[in-house]
């Protein structure tokens, strides 16, 4: 298994530009997470999904939108990129029943 | 808002030595979780404490759990450099598989 792949691991936006940072997991997680990483801030939910065609928010959801139409894919969309989204992004994926959570490699994304 | 802190925030030791990282929470939690973080890359699942334990084992890895002082540690033994990370709990609540993450101890261990 490949685990929890995403794409790109870096990206350079412009302020206004939009994107969709990509997740896939092969293990047949329902559950799947995104979050971002800040410097000395620890993780942060942004949204999650508990199954193909249910998403909900997290903790920072603002500017950023979610979808989830298959269980492997749950792609991360910024609508109008923004320097505060500048972070290092991780997806991970949830066995359900079990809380242990596989992370992704992330991705570093600046905003300029 | 974050559910954890840890203490402290960064800690350098020398191989072999044994190794102590402090997680304070805030709320009651279903279950309590160790990852491992190496510079660069993902998060990697450690070890998992239910509410209901209050020690647990894996390999040179031990995790205490006080819900009275709604707190954790977590004991490395005989260091090693590989052991150089940061480490992060992670709480779960009753009714819900969302973790919260703490902020993290970096830990340098010192050939």
Redesign the interface.
């Known amino acids: 298994n490949a685990g929890?792949t995403q794409t790109p691991k870096f990206q350079v936006l412009k302020t206004g530009q939009s994107m969709t940072l990509q997740c896939a997991q092969d293990m047949n997680h329902e559950?799947m997470?995104w979050?971002r990483q800040d410097p000395?801030?620890?993780?942060?939910?942004i949204h999650?999904s508990?199954g193909a065609g249910i998403t909900d928010q997290?903790?920072v959801p603002n500017g950023y939108n979610v979808s989830r139409s298959t269980t492997e894919d749950f792609p991360l969309r910024l609508l109008s990129a923004a320097p505060s989204q500048t972070s290092v992004y991780?997806c991970?994926s949830?066995k359900d029943g079990s809380?242990?959570?596989?992370?992704?490699?992330?991705t570093r994304l600046t905003v300029t | 808002s974050q559910q954890g802190e840890e203490d402290p925030q960064a800690l350098s030791i020398q191989e072999g030595e044994n190794a102590t990282m402090n997680c304070s929470y805030k709320t009651s939690i279903n279950n309590l979780q160790w990852y491992r973080q190496n510079s660069g890359r993902g998060l990697v699942h450690l070890i998992l404490i239910r509410s209901n334990e209050r020690e647990k084992h894996s390999g040179r890895l031990r995790v205490t759990l006080d819900t009275s002082k709604k707190s954790s540690s977590l004991l490395i033994t005989a260091s090693r450099a590989a052991d150089t990370a940061s480490y992060f709990c992670a709480t779960t609540n009753f009714g819900n598989e969302k973790l919260t993450f703490g902020t993290g101890t970096r830990l340098t261990i010192i050939p």
């Open positions: 929890v559950y997470s979050y000395g801030m620890g993780l942060r939910l999650y508990v997290g903790e991780f991970a949830t809380y242990e959570q596989y992370f992704g490699p992330g």
